[in-house]
């Protein structure tokens, strides 16, 4: 073992910054204009990652929108006398789960960056330097 770290590689076909696709919902616009510029710059992002990333938009976008719409109405409904949990909190928590997935995957966490995405071929023989 070498003993620091790999660093990410640069992918060369990675793109620099987009747009916002016009049709996203203004969340989960102002999301992509967040982590577009995050992503661009650690070059590791490709036309092959941008359906993710629009998911991981969407799915954030999602979310801000359920919590307003919780902060409006609450977390639970009264139905027939009976207290029931807004449909809302659901939707909200699926959307958390789908985010915090996407957002992983791309790098987004602090876990997910701290390990490597791409090992160079001569890490995989870490261990015949022990020999």
Request: aromatic share 4%; proline share 5%.
């Amino acid at each position: 073992m070498k003993g620091t770290k790999p660093h990410l590689q640069t992918d060369p076909a990675a793109i620099g910054e987009l747009a916002a696709p016009d049709w996203l919902s203004s969340d989960a616009r102002a999301e992509w204009c967040r982590v577009m510029p995050i992503l661009s710059e650690r070059r590791i992002l490709t036309d092959a990652d941008l359906g993710g990333l629009e998911n991981y938009c969407i799915a954030i976008g999602t979310v801000r929108e359920m919590e307003r719409y919780l902060q409006a109405h609450g977390h639970v409904i009264g139905v027939d006398g009976a207290m029931k949990r807004n449909p809302a909190v659901g939707i909200q928590s699926d959307a958390m789960t789908r985010a915090r997935l996407l957002a992983a995957e791309m790098g987004l966490t602090p876990v997910s960056r701290s390990r490597p995405a791409i090992r160079d071929e001569e890490d995989d023989d870490d261990l015949a330097e022990l020999d």
